[in-house]
């Protein structure tokens, strides 16, 4: 419009000088180089000069004019390309929904490729990408988004659980310890890193976090977090047992089975201490003190192995007896005192403890196999099938397993923390457990 009314202008002005040229004939020489010259009116002159000007007006009008045509047309035109982009994302999150996971991936390709800053389709690729198992992905996107918005932490949270998940371990703690370094104190990136110092078997700076959080939670720390706070301790403590700091290590064992007398392993590591010092007295306490504090049935095979490895059974048989009086109807004292028997190759007393263990528990499958073993050696041949027979599916003769409580993991060493599920203090004995159609019976 604006080119328009400029010709039209020119047009009007170009009639009113040619209208005065023939009204002002004089001629004057112009000088167009040092050497060329012509004649010409002076409003022929204006003529000309004016047009040269209101032609350049116009071209460079003209020339805007294309330009800002051209920039509202991409702009446009990249408009219609975002909005393409953005139902392509509401298309994905649709698919993905659905779990159409390959479909939902390959929409948001197509989106990021028009706009490959858009926040809501990374952040929805990184979820397509996770469940598809492809973590490598997935962090690629989850990068992209902490880039373009650095200050959103739950995006740095999911990163490091893609890292663990990856076994990356050092990306992970890099990234807790950004969050730390950013926000000061942040109980979870502390538990984020705790877990990954468990996970590396670095149990001293775990210890350090989780008294961190303990610290921070105060009364608000939850059962949970005390009993992995003792486990740590324990931890710490074995640590410094084998850096030869016996002393810190003493006190700090000795601390844990005053603070939480129910924590197994301290009572255990503590008695082998005593024991490698020659204090073999203490030792025995110690597992007698664990014993009736827990009534966990490891102290009793520990009570058997110090009594056969320092060769002193006679002791171990006083043990055993006073605790017979003491729990006369406690199932593992009657049996593994019938075992230690057996041990012993003391076959009579052997089967008679054994008998009082079945009698209290008649389905204990563990009773049934020494039992068996027991009889076979007194010749009573029919009797030990019998209990074998009620044994079967027993795989390991003598051997009485233990059973995580929180995975159900199985097996003959007795240790403080469970190696599949990393739970600490969850080992107790199994005895097994079956219905029978009939008790057994000696002959």
């Known amino acids: 419009m604006a080119v328009r009314l400029l010709f039209l202008l020119f047009v009007i002005i170009l009639v009113a000088f040619s209208y005065i040229s023939f009204l002002n004939g004089q001629h004057i020489q112009f000088f167009y180089s040092d050497t060329r010259q012509l004649e010409i009116t002076v409003s022929e002159l204006a003529i000309l000069s004016f047009a040269l000007g209101a032609a350049m007006v116009i071209l460079g009008t003209l020339v805007k004019d294309v330009t800002l045509a051209s920039k509202n047309w991409k702009?446009?035109?990249?408009?219609?390309?975002?909005?393409?982009?953005?139902?392509?994302?509401?298309?994905?999150?649709?698919l993905f929904q659905?779990?159409?996971?390959?479909?939902?991936?390959?929409e948001l390709e197509r989106s990021l490729s028009v706009n490959p800053d858009d926040r809501e389709a990374l952040d929805l690729l990184s979820s397509v990408e996770t469940e598809r198992g492809n973590s490598l992905e997935a962090v690629k996107a989850l990068t992209r988004v902490k880039q373009i918005d650095p200050s959103d932490l739950s995006v740095f949270f999911r990163l490091a659980a893609l890292y663990r998940k990856m076994n990356d371990t050092e990306n992970a703690a890099s990234l807790f310890k950004a969050i730390e370094d950013s926000e000061g104190e942040n109980p979870r990136a502390w538990e984020g890193l705790r877990d990954i110092h468990i996970l590396r078997n670095e149990m001293v700076p775990a210890y350090a976090l989780q008294k961190k959080i303990m610290k921070y939670k105060g009364k608000t720390a939850t059962p949970e977090d005390q009993e992995l706070f003792d486990a740590l301790r324990y931890e710490k403590a074995v640590v410094r047992l084998k850096e030869g700091k016996?002393?810190?290590?003493?006190r700090r064992l000795r601390d844990l089975v005053k603070d939480q007398p129910r924590f197994c392993g301290a009572y255990i590591t503590l008695h082998e201490y005593m024991r490698s010092r020659g204090n073999l007295e203490e030792a025995t306490q110690l597992?007698?003190?664990?014993?009736?504090?827990?009534?966990?049935?490891?102290?009793?095979?520990?009570?058997?192995?110090?009594?056969?490895?320092?060769?002193?059974?006679?002791?171990?048989i006083g043990v055993y007896t006073d605790l017979l009086q003491e729990y006369p109807s406690d199932f593992d004292v009657n049996l593994f005192t019938g075992k230690f028997f057996l041990r012993l190759e003391m076959n009579d007393e052997a089967v008679e403890q054994l008998l009082k263990a079945e009698s209290l528990e008649p389905e204990r499958e563990s009773v049934h196999i020494l039992l068996a073993e027991a009889l076979r050696r007194r010749g009573r041949y029919e009797s030990a099938c019998q209990h074998y027979q009620r044994a079967f599916g027993y795989k390991r003769r003598y051997l009485i397993p233990f059973r995580c409580a929180i995975c159900g993991k199985a097996t003959i060493k007795w240790t403080a923390r469970c190696p599949d599920c990393g739970a600490w203090n969850a080992y107790s004995i199994d005895h097994g457990h079956r219905e029978y159609a009939a008790p057994a019976s000696i002959r």
């Open 75 to 94: 702009e446009r035109r990249e408009k219609q390309r975002r909005e393409a982009a953005r139902s392509r994302v509401a298309k994905a999150s649709d």
């Open 98 to 106: 659905r779990g159409m996971l390959s479909e939902a991936a390959k």
């Open 246 to 250: 016996t002393d810190d290590a003493e």
């Open 287 to 316: 597992l007698l003190l664990g014993y009736r504090t827990t009534r966990n049935a490891v102290f009793l095979i520990k009570l058997e192995d110090l009594g056969i490895e320092t060769e002193s059974p006679q002791a171990v």
